[in-house]
């Protein structure tokens, strides 16, 4: 067992249908994390499909395919200056789940 091995989160995007198989050989290779609720994973194939629907900041699965790094990263910083606390813990639900066993986890 790795020291840092119950201290792991892990937040994944739901796998494509391709992506699947690969993802299912993830879970069995990390059984330990898996079992223990250490691996996360989103609703959507993206953390842009899992904003808020306030203002323009959720996406669609094709938007966010459309979308090159910068872009998400941009909207990313964007949406962290301006969602409250209420509407992160409320509406990213899972996101927020990862954050409180991040810090559950921790040292």
Known sequence: MSLYENKVVILCDKPTI???????????????????????????????ECYPNFKDWLRTAEQVKAMVGAKKKKLAQRIGDEITQDQFEK?????????QKTWDHAF
């Open 91 to 99: 509406e990213m639900i899972l996101v927020f789940k990862s954050l």
């Open 18 to 48: 391709e992506a699947q198989a690969g993802f299912d050989d993830f879970l069995i290779q990390h059984t330990t994390i898996n079992g223990n609720g250490q691996i996360i994973v989103l609703d959507f194939g993206s953390l842009e």
